[in-house]
Nanobody
Framework: QVQLVESGGGLVQAGNSLRLSCSSS????????VGWFRQAPGKEQEFVAAIRWGPGNTGYGASVEGRFTISRDNVKNTVYLQMNSLKPEDTAVYYC?????????????????WGQGTQVTVSS
């Protein structure tokens, strides 16, 4: 059973940066994909970014493209989400998720394993 643990959330002012981490308890295969989603109060889950582990190809949600960057550390089995130029509308709980053996997807339901989430709050 894979366990994912997010960290790095917090309270920041608009315009600043945060880096989230997602560590896996198990090995992440080159065929796997890891994604980041977020959920704000009263809203549905929103796709943020994802990466295919082996090739490293990435995808981003329209609202974060150009500001957020997803990356991975193969040795540490860890995925990072660098968030720059943060806006109040980025406030949400951020979750990482693993999709074994498949490419990345923007759909929440396509992922099999989830972390517990980390809160990001951006003040204006």
């Amino acid at each position: 059973q894979v366990q994912l643990v997010e960290s790095g959330g917090g309270l920041v002012q608009a315009g600043n940066s945060l880096r989230l981490s997602c560590s896996s308890s198990g090995h992440i295969s080159s065929l796997d994909a890891v994604g980041w989603f977020r959920q704000a109060p009263g809203k549905e889950q929103e796709f943020v970014a994802a990466i295919r582990w082996g090739p490293g190809n990435t995808g981003y949600g329209a609202s974060v493209e150009g500001r957020f960057t997803i990356s991975r550390d193969n040795v540490k089995n860890t995925v990072y989400l660098q968030m720059n130029s943060l806006k109040p509308e980025d406030t949400a709980v951020y979750y990482c998720a693993l999709r074994p053996g498949r490419g990345w997807s923007t759909r929440f339901s396509d992922y099999d394993y989830w972390g517990q989430g980390t809160q990001v709050t951006v003040s204006s």
